[in-house]
């Protein structure tokens, strides 16, 4: 079911999905650096959205990996560390910006980088947890490699990468997965909806119902983008 409001169309992934954003605890806004829609504004405008109906918001962009990527796409050790320095710098002053602009009114909203959960028992747990699925699991490691397929397509201009370059960028996005299974129980909160503004490939297997890599019972999955927007 399509959730219509005044400035973003929502799409929860499953019934579930839809009864915890009924339930408006928690929300997720992962941002990922180098991607032009993460504009301030773009926070802002999210941030204004999700204080009305959320008790919590959390902003966690990706900051893990986003060097060795680079050094895999071609760039010199020195010039990737530099270019992923000058990334992250910027992504992260655009989402301050954007918290402030969006002026919250009392809900609290806290701005992270993935590297602050390096030690994190739950987080360190789910981590583990992607890393041995996506090592003994075909259905994981293809859903993964889609993702890193269509990231990697748009910066080497063709469908073929390389086995280096598949490796950085399953690196980050196995960073990136445990807010998708559990966000509740790394944040402390009772129930969570991670937001982006695309489909993710692996939601399909996430939500699946038996055993495996899945989502927990208290996580859920929207599709959220700007009114006018086509997925």
């Known amino acids: 079911m399509t959730i219509t409001t005044e400035a973003f169309t929502v799409q929860p992934f499953t ?7 009924d339930e408006g605890d928690h929300v997720l806004i992962g941002v990922s650096p180098g991607n032009s829609y993460f504009s301030a504004g773009r926070i802002t405008e999210l941030v204004r959205w999700a204080s ?3 008790s919590r918001i959390d902003i966690v962009y990706a900051d893990l990996h986003v060097a060795e990527l680079f050094g895999a796409l071609g760039y010199e050790e020195d010039h990737a560390a530099r270019r992923a320095s000058k990334e992250l710098k910027a992504v992260r002053r655009r989402v301050l910006r ?8 009392g809900t609290p ?6 590297s602050e959960f390096a030690g994190h028992p739950v987080y360190e747990l789910l981590h583990r947890r992607v890393q041995h699925f996506l090592a003994t699991d075909d259905n994981v490691r293809a859903g993964c490699e889609r993702m ?3 990231f990697l397509s748009s910066k080497i201009g063709g469908p073929v990468a390389g086995a280096e370059q598949l490796a950085a960028c399953l690196d ?3 960073a990136e997965l445990p807010f998708f299974l559990d966000t509740p129980g790394i944040l402390g909160v009772p129930s969570s909806v991670s937001c982006y503004h695309v489909p993710i490939p692996l939601t399909d297997l996430l939500y699946a119902k038996g055993g495996g890599l899945r989502a ?7 599709v959220v983008r700007p009114e006018g927007i086509a997925a």
Request: glycine residues 6%; aromatic residues 8%; contains cysteine.
């Open 15 to 21: 019934r579930s999905c839809h009864q915890i954003w």
């Open 52 to 54: 009305a109906r959320f």
């Open 98 to 105: 954007g918290v402030e602009e969006a002026d919250p009114q």
């Open 109 to 114: 909203v806290r701005v992270h980088g993935l």
């Open 148 to 150: 890193a397929a269509h």
């Open 172 to 174: 980050y996005i196995s």
């Open 216 to 222: 927990s019972r208290n996580q859920a999955h929207a």
